[in-house]
């Protein structure tokens, strides 16, 4: 028994690491074989209907056509139509739900709930590295001013200096949203500062995976559900809000009632070890239920 998944990219790398964290989760949940194939984002919707679309036509048919982002959209639509498959729209798909078979989106973006939806906690994010954990490593992440949240270097200085306290070996990185100024202002000896330019792929879930402690910003809602792939403790940095609703400070303050995280460094240190959320692998397995298709 196969599966054939067409996954459509869309050059955004963080929205193409979840779609392959579903497949990743299907590889793990389905008792036959597997098989994906990326398409290009260079191939559009018009591409595949006019026949144009290179060895596309050449691939096996569909059973999963798959994508993460708005870019993706239509050439999947299209893909579905001339080849077949279900659909699934990873996130809210910014187009009738009605049009795809499924769409597996994060709570805090409140989709309807419809039979096609599959709710998730948090981005889908896939398995960190195993067996690489470090005692006494500690890892701070830092976002920036987003559409959600404002920013505060004195406050994010406060706070990471309070982490910086603990007898931990300290890595700070930014992204790309981080001001200039709240990384000179964090210029201390007793951390190490990683540019996100600098970084290897693979660089944040291999550390990831090795801290004890791991702190995200709050506005950086898919490194801080990424980081509950790991088995450190985790903490949320706050960060002032722009609007007084605001769904993804609902989403981490809901973290930080389960217990699951804190903003309070001692109860960030007495957090218990525990399992990943393992969020790509529930919501591939409730795909394939969905589809009465057998699973692990």
Excluded at 177 to 187: A, D, G, K, N, V
Excluded at 245 to 254: D, E, I, L, T
Aim: charged residues 20%; positive net charge; glycine residues 6%.
């Amino acid at each position: 028994m196969q599966l054939t998944i067409w996954c459509f990219l869309d050059g955004n790398r963080a929205h193409e690491k979840q779609s392959a964290a579903l497949i990743t989760g299907l590889r793990s949940s389905f008792v036959g074989q597997v098989r994906s194939f990326d398409i290009s984002t260079s191939i559009t919707a018009s591409n595949i209907l006019f026949g144009t679309a290179g060895e596309i036509p050449k691939l096996p048919k569909p059973d999963f056509l798959i994508g993460t982002g708005r870019r993706s959209r239509l050439p999947m639509l299209a893909a579905r139509h001339r080849f077949g498959g279900r659909a699934v729209a990873i996130n809210l798909p910014q187009l009738p739900f009605r049009w795809f078979d499924f769409s597996i989106v994060p709570e805090h973006d409140r989709p309807p709930p419809l039979d096609n939806v599959i709710l998730s906690q948090g981005a889908l994010t896939g398995p960190l590295p195993q067996g690489s954990k470090k005692s006494g490593r500690g890892l701070i992440l830092l976002g920036g001013p987003s559409s959600h949240y404002l920013w505060d270097d004195s406050s994010i200085h406060h706070q990471v200096d309070q982490l910086l306290q603990q007898p931990l070996k300290w890595q700070l990185s930014n992204s790309r949203r981080t001001p200039e100024s709240t990384i000179t202002s964090l210029l201390v000896d007793n951390v190490q500062m990683v540019d996100w330019r600098t970084c290897s792929p693979m660089w944040l879930q291999e550390e990831m995976a090795a801290a004890e402690q791991i702190w995200v910003s709050e506005d950086s809602i898919s490194m801080l559900f990424e980081s509950l792939q790991s088995s450190a403790q985790v903490g949320v940095i706050r960060v002032p809000s722009r609007a007084r609703s605001n769904k993804v400070r609902a989403a981490v303050q809901r973290l930080v009632d389960q217990g699951i995280i804190s903003d309070q460094v001692a109860e960030v240190a007495k957090q218990k070890r525990r399992e990943p959320l393992d969020q790509y692998l529930l919501c591939a397995q409730a795909l394939l239920r969905r589809c009465d298709l057998p699973f692990r």
